[in-house]
């Protein structure tokens, strides 16, 4: 057998048993040839997979690793009831976090989840991946096996073999489902030739991410050393298609390229964020809002035309069928749009000068049509607007007012340097002054309300449009971020400094 004790470190597990028959016989798949199992084949089977589970389990509980564990048949494995037993098993632990299993949802759904549920299975952690063969199965028969996955409350997606001459049947899947259930395209290998222009519109029309199927991903074992493969015979690897078994200190892939979901998946791959923690069951999660920084984030840093690229337009808009879209930026409200250019249509407000101001449209890219709008006021009587004019030759600066009411101050520095521009702001008299929260970065020296901030801002947002703590995300790349990155659970540092990245939950490099 094998000792799965001096793997560390592991959040995603893939298991692959010993059977290698299936219950269809589509066409386009090797495993479909393969005759029924005798019933030792199945006991052997069993046996396999019951030793996995109980390794499984002992290595958890002594590692407290949270992770979570796909089974990848070659065939079909969820027919058969042990499965079931052995998920429900490892669903048990309170470290492994999420199980499932690649499945044609052929099965006794209501005998099955018995079964489950009998052994002690939590149905919220069990995720299938549900895969259509129109060769097989009726599109309506199999809209009524995902009915009443929904109706149990399983997390499950869908897809199919982009095989063209299938399309009218997964269009009309496609159609019938439910909008937050994901359908997936698989890029058919056996087409021998490449897909038209008009088939990729086709697919992509129907699974918006099938374009990372059509992309060559370079094999890089070193961008999934958090993921393994278990073979029922004891073979250990990164992935399913990885031709070099692990013995120990050996990381080397063989593979060229990550020619399926199971391998790139498991790359950390940027547009696969929504998909996260565990990309393996290919099932999305998108929050109801999404807060941007600009500079930096939507903008990369490295980015001489200082706009949103083409490509970061075409991922926001993408975004924008599932959440909502808000700039949480340091930048005042006018400049901001203006540098958002073409992309500020798909945002529907969001906290301005680093808190100041924010504002809520009446819909998506309605700037001009306001229906709330929050401002944090520096407040008269605290601000030496004078002795800061007086002041801005002496130490070289410019001086920057934002709104009517003051709510925002910007010292512009010609000297760029982070330890003088702060000691000009002790001399100035603002870092003791309770009344102000002051901002240091790029060369800019930036006064807002002490009740002011891009986490106030959020705050203010969420509390008008009824978004819990976990139903928003946040991008941010600063340090200046920090504090709002700090208060959500879904927080993405992009591009960021090693500070910033300690308290982010998910880092896009």
């Given at each position: 057998?094998?000792?799965?004790?001096p793997?560390?470190?592991?959040?995603q597990?893939y298991?692959?048993?010993s059977?290698?028959s299936c219950?269809?016989?589509c066409?386009?798949?090797?495993?479909?040839?393969h005759?029924?199992?005798?019933?030792?084949?199945?006991?052997?089977?069993?046996k396999?997979?019951v030793y996995?589970?109980?390794?499984l389990?002992?290595k958890?509980?002594?590692?407290m690793?949270?992770?979570?564990?796909?089974?990848?048949?070659?065939?079909?494995?969820l027919?058969?009831?042990?499965y079931?037993r052995?998920?429900?098993y490892?669903?048990?632990?309170?470290?492994?976090?999420a199980i499932?299993?690649?499945?044609n949802?052929?099965f006794?759904?209501?005998?099955?989840?018995?079964?489950?549920i009998?052994?002690?299975g939590?149905?919220?952690?069990?995720?299938?991946w549900?895969?259509f063969?129109?060769?097989?199965v009726?599109t309506?028969?199999f809209?009524?096996?995902?009915?009443?996955l929904?109706?149990?409350?399983?997390?499950y997606c869908?897809?199919a073999?982009?095989?063209?001459?299938?399309?009218?049947h997964?269009?009309y899947?496609r159609?019938?489902?439910?909008?937050?259930?994901y359908?997936?395209?698989?890029?058919?290998d056996?087409?021998?030739?490449?897909y038209t222009?008009?088939?990729?519109?086709?697919f992509?029309d129907?699974?918006?991410?099938?374009e990372?199927?059509?992309r060559?991903?370079?094999?890089?074992?070193?961008?999934?050393?958090?993921?393994?493969?278990?073979?029922a015979?004891g073979t250990v690897?990164?992935?399913?298609?990885?031709?070099?078994?692990?013995?120990?200190?050996?990381?080397?892939?063989?593979?060229?390229?990550?020619?399926?979901?199971?391998?790139y998946c498991?790359?950390?791959?940027?547009?696969?964020?929504?998909?996260?923690p565990?990309p393996s069951?290919?099932?999305?999660?998108?929050?109801?809002a999404?807060?941007?920084?600009?500079?930096?984030?939507?903008?990369?840093?490295?980015?001489?035309?200082?706009?949103?690229?083409?490509?970061t337009?075409?991922?926001?808009?993408?975004?924008?069928?599932?959440?909502?879209?808000?700039?949480?930026?340091?930048?005042?409200y006018n400049y901001?749009?203006k540098?958002a250019?073409?992309?500020?249509?798909?945002?529907s407000?969001?906290?301005?000068?680093?808190?100041?101001?924010?504002?809520?449209?009446?819909?998506?890219?309605?700037?001009?049509?306001?229906v709330?709008?929050?401002?944090?006021?520096?407040?008269y009587?605290?601000?030496?607007?004078?002795?800061?004019?007086?002041?801005?030759?002496?130490y070289?600066?410019?001086?920057?007012i934002?709104?009517?009411?003051?709510y925002?101050i910007t010292?512009l520095f010609?000297?760029?340097?982070?330890?003088?521009?702060?000691?000009?702001?002790?001399k100035?008299?603002?870092?003791d002054?309770?009344n102000?929260n002051?901002?240091i970065?790029?060369g800019?020296?930036?006064?807002?309300s002490?009740?002011?901030?891009?986490k106030?801002?959020?705050v203010y947002?969420?509390?008008k449009?009824?978004?819990?703590?976990?139903?928003?995300?946040?991008?941010?790349?600063?340090?200046?971020d920090?504090?709002?990155l700090?208060?959500?659970?879904?927080?993405?540092?992009?591009?960021?400094?090693?500070?910033?990245?300690?308290?982010?939950?998910?880092?896009?490099?």
């Open positions: 057998m094998y000792n799965l004790k793997y560390n470190r592991i959040r597990w298991y692959r048993g059977i290698k219950n269809y016989s066409s386009y798949c090797p495993f479909s040839k005759k029924k199992c005798s019933v030792q084949e199945l006991q052997k089977d069993q396999s997979l996995f589970v109980s390794a389990l002992e958890t509980c002594i590692d690793q949270k992770c979570a564990v796909q089974i990848v048949p070659y065939g079909e494995a027919i058969h009831k042990y079931w052995e998920l429900a490892l669903s048990k632990s309170i470290f492994i976090e499932g299993a690649q499945t949802l052929s006794n759904i209501d005998e099955m989840l018995n079964v489950y009998d052994n002690g939590a149905i919220e952690k069990l995720r299938l549900c895969s063969h129109p060769q097989m009726t309506d028969v809209l009524s096996q995902c009915k009443k929904s109706e149990y409350g399983i997390k869908t897809g073999v982009g095989e063209p001459s299938n399309l009218s997964i269009q899947l159609v019938k489902l439910p909008d937050n259930i359908l997936f395209i698989n890029k058919f056996g087409l021998k030739r490449n222009l008009d088939e990729i519109k086709a992509t129907i699974d918006e991410y099938f990372l199927e059509l060559h991903h370079k094999a890089d074992v070193s961008r999934c050393t958090d993921s393994l493969f278990i073979e015979n690897k990164h992935c399913n298609i990885c031709t070099s078994k692990i013995a120990g200190s050996d990381k080397i892939c063989t593979r060229k390229e990550c020619s399926c979901y199971l391998s498991n790359q950390s791959l940027p547009e696969l964020l929504f998909f996260n565990y069951f290919r099932i999305p999660h998108y929050p109801k999404v807060f941007f920084d600009i500079d930096g984030t939507i903008i990369n840093k490295d980015n001489s035309q200082d706009t949103v690229t083409n490509e337009q075409k991922w926001l808009k993408r975004l924008s069928r599932h959440s909502k879209l808000y700039f949480a930026t340091s930048l005042p901001a749009i540098k250019g073409k992309a500020k249509e798909l945002f407000g969001g906290v301005f000068a680093h808190g100041g101001i924010c504002k809520i449209y009446a819909d998506i890219g309605q700037c001009s049509k306001v709330h709008e929050k401002i944090f006021p520096l407040g009587e605290h601000i030496k607007l004078g002795f800061l004019k007086e002041n801005a030759s002496k070289g600066y410019s001086v920057y934002y709104g009517k009411d003051i925002k010292l010609s000297i760029k340097d982070n330890v003088y521009i702060k000691s000009v702001a002790y100035l008299g603002l870092l002054n309770s102000f002051i901002i970065e790029s800019c020296l930036q006064i807002i002490a009740f002011a901030g891009k106030e801002g959020i947002i969420c509390d449009m009824g978004y819990k703590a976990d139903e928003i995300a946040v991008f941010g790349n600063s340090v200046s920090i504090p709002m700090s208060e959500y659970p879904f927080s993405v540092a992009v591009n960021a400094d090693e500070t910033t990245k300690q308290i982010a939950t998910y880092t896009i490099n």
